[in-house]
């Protein structure tokens, strides 16, 4: 029988707490993990909205946020802080899920402590370190220091190897946000915010890094643009609390009928909008994972993706933060129908609903050295 191991869950932003929140119920069934939550709340109140969700609470708040701060501040605040906590916890293995500062540097900190690390979404690449920023290079340093790999497709698992990485360390799982949608999207909520049933929902989302400053407002233009020459359709953009993207945001696109601004909405809030959704802009990683498993329509406003998959199955486009091709991709889904019941297939290439499982037997076997029952 397995002895109880100590499993540090790190969790620092919004998409991080809806891809570990499966992982982290999952430990705590199990007979052999005592399990401990350290939120960074390197986003502060986006993830305090899913961890309510889910009904996880942490059990250290490091409430490591300050408005707009530096990666380096960010860095060197972590670092301490993380150092510190290994030394008071002594986990048996940590887990984090990602690709954000706050995933890196509890990997590095783990190497410098030589506490084993669990990389939940390892082996994504876009090839370039630049882009997206700093994300690319944040995964490759994460990537190099694990010491398990928990891959959501084999596409990942190839990036892995060709990097060096032992393939008895790498695990094929499939992504876990695709287990978290599939547990919110049975209890469907309702969305009060005076969205026209009678018009086409398009959904807006829109915050990385590299688009901040022009290619931004290359976006904002778009939208607004869309909206002028379409009175079938109506946008939805939950706004990112980042000065960078509120102030542009509310300059270029308040005031219009058919573009509702509002608050970020909470995960299940956020599911039932997409379901309801006819099309979705976004810069997101997740969505691009999420949106194709309910048969919508994805635009991404970047020129690379670390999700070919979805790209390679046809029903998740990369437009860029570019004027001309976000307002051609969008009216191409809205007036050809054919078009749109290309992309609006329900393809999911990132899983089955069961990645979780797959890493709690993985981590069984790290542990035993041998397969889990």
């Not at 991080?16 to 109140?45: G, N």
């Not at 082996?123 to 995964?139: C, K, Y």
Request: hydrophobic fraction near 40%; include cysteine.
């Amino acid at each position: 029988m397995l002895s109880k191991k100590r499993i540090l869950c790190v969790v620092g932003t919004r998409p991080e707490a809806i891809k570990m929140a499966p992982v982290i119920l999952a430990l705590k069934d199990t007979s052999w993990a005592q399990v401990r939550i350290l939120a960074t709340a390197q986003h502060r109140e986006l993830l305090d909205q899913v961890l309510a969700l889910f009904g996880i609470k942490p059990d250290i708040d490091l409430n490591i946020m300050q408005s707009n701060q530096s990666l380096a501040e960010l860095t060197g605040r972590l670092a301490i802080a993380l150092q510190d906590i290994m030394v008071n916890e002594k986990p048996d293995m940590v887990l984090a899920q990602g690709d954000t500062t706050t995933v890196m540097m509890t990997a590095l900190i783990c190497f410098y402590r030589q506490v084993p690390f669990g990389h939940v979404e390892a082996g994504l690449r876009t090839g370039n370190r630049l882009f997206p920023f700093p994300e690319e290079a944040n995964r490759v340093i994460t990537g190099y220091l694990s010491h398990l790999h928990f891959a959501p497709t084999e596409t990942a698992r190839v990036n892995l190897l060709k990097e060096g990485v032992s393939d008895d360390s790498i695990i094929v799982t499939g992504n876990t946000v695709i287990d978290s949608l599939f547990l919110t999207i049975r209890k469907p909520v309702p969305l009060d915010l005076g969205l026209d049933k009678t018009k086409r929902l398009i959904l807006v989302t829109a915050h990385r890094r590299e688009n901040f400053g022009s290619p931004f407002r290359e976006i904002c233009r778009a939208i607004r643009e869309l909206a002028e020459r379409n009175p079938d359709i109506q946008f939805l953009y939950p706004l990112h609390p980042n000065p960078n993207i509120t102030d542009v945001a509310q300059e270029i696109l308040s005031g219009h009928s058919r573009i509702v601004l509002c608050e970020p909405l909470n995960y299940a809030e956020f599911v039932s909008a997409m379901n309801q959704a006819y099309i979705l802009l976004t810069d997101s990683g997740g969505i691009q994972e999420e949106a194709p498993a309910l048969a919508k329509p994805v635009l991404v406003l970047r020129d690379e993706t670390e999700r070919p998959e979805a790209v390679e199955a046809g029903v998740v486009n990369l437009v860029g933060p570019n004027y001309e091709r976000i307002i051609t991709a969008t009216e191409r889904l809205l007036n050809d129908e054919k078009s749109y019941r290309e992309m609006a297939r329900g393809v999911t290439p990132y899983g089955d609903g069961h990645a979780a499982e797959r890493i709690i037997k993985a981590m069984q076997k790290f542990f035993t050295g041998r397969p889990a029952a």
